[in-house]
């Protein structure tokens, strides 16, 4: 477990060593999962307090709210007002807010071997990635994965894309980008499949062909971890890959580069995001992320985004004003002191304006105590005191990418994520080279 040596926030040091918390319980996203788990354990530990999360996927946490059976709710998606799947409007009875939580890359986790020898440094276009998750490209061998790839003599082996079988906010991301980027491709995969068209996102992903179905992010990660899993390649966050020990594919951006969502790639590609600023608009503070998928800047990865918690902002159902005082404080920390373990956990840390955005959400919660909600006291790692709001601490330090790593005929020989340190030797034709 990951040390955590500054105080909590200072709202709440007064009342920490009292230790009066009421628990509090939400369920959702297992995108961010992995930041929420570590989160808990350390407020449990230095706090005692007790925060419950079941990561069930961002459509069942967004239906919990609506029943009011949790108290917060995470997800990658706001609430669907005509779900794809024809159930009823998502529409919650009681007051809400989306609070940003924790940004990160949508990765692709593989399992693949050449010779006996596993691939640590696959390269994947947006089109090759597209075309694998429709059932275009079925093949490892395929010329298209073989341009991508000249430094690796692609093996003839069957790919076996690993999809979710629940309500996933990552589906939603996923095919979001999909539906932007290559709608042609998608819309026409709609078709064959019997959804609608033109069919933009979904949080259920089409059964298809060859295609395995997996509940959760641990499920797909789990099952192209396994000896069974080779072949195969699923969408998934960065973190899950590196508990997993797996790399991933380095995705083609728009400046030319294949880039891996590290967390500077990831704070690079948000510098583009939109944000809902319309704060009577239903969808406030949601993201729009068109202009991360077109990022012009070489260290962007196309993929980036971050999650929301949904917070209540009336006292409703199971929640009450004495269970906002604990969701404001564990709220505050999550932005602040939190946010400093984010890359280290497989994400990256949310910026200024987003933790400014989720201090205006915090002021909301019935209860929360929000005398110490202070961007100037707030230790998060992408700002200081005095920084403006569009500033960026480590989209500043990014580190610019390898020439290895831009499109033409040399492949960087660096593993990625989880296989960072097992390279992959050149058995095609170029130079090679290291990553940065």
Known sequence: MLAVAAPLAPQTAQSAQAANWAPITGTGSTWSQNALDQWRRNVATNYSMTVNYSGTGSSAGRRDFIAQTVDFAVSEIPFQSAPEDGSAPEKPTSGFAYMPIVAGGTSFMYNLKIGGKRVTNLRLSGDTITKIFTGVITNWKDPQIAKDNPGLAMPDKAIVPVVRSDGSGSTAQFTLWMSKQHSALWN???????????CGLTSQYPSYGNFKAQSGSLG???????????GAITYVEYSYALKSGFPVAKVLNAAGYYIEPTAPSVAVALMKAAINDNASSPD????????VYNGADPRTYPLSSYSYMIVPTQVAGIFTAEKGKTLGAFSNYMLCEGQQQAATLGYSPLPMNLVQAGFTQIKRIPGADVSGVDLNKCNNPTFKPGDSPSSNQLAATAPQPAACDKQGPDQCTTGTAGARNTPTATTGGGKGGSSA
Do not use: H, M, W
Not at 220 to 230: H, T
Not at 284 to 289: A, E, P, S
């Open 220 to 230: 797909v990660a789990g099952y192209v971890s396994q000896s069974y899993g080779e």
């Open 284 to 291: 406030y503070l949601t993201q729009i992320l068109d202009g």
């Open 188 to 198: 026409s995969f709609c078709s064959k499949v019997g959804r609608p068209n033109p």
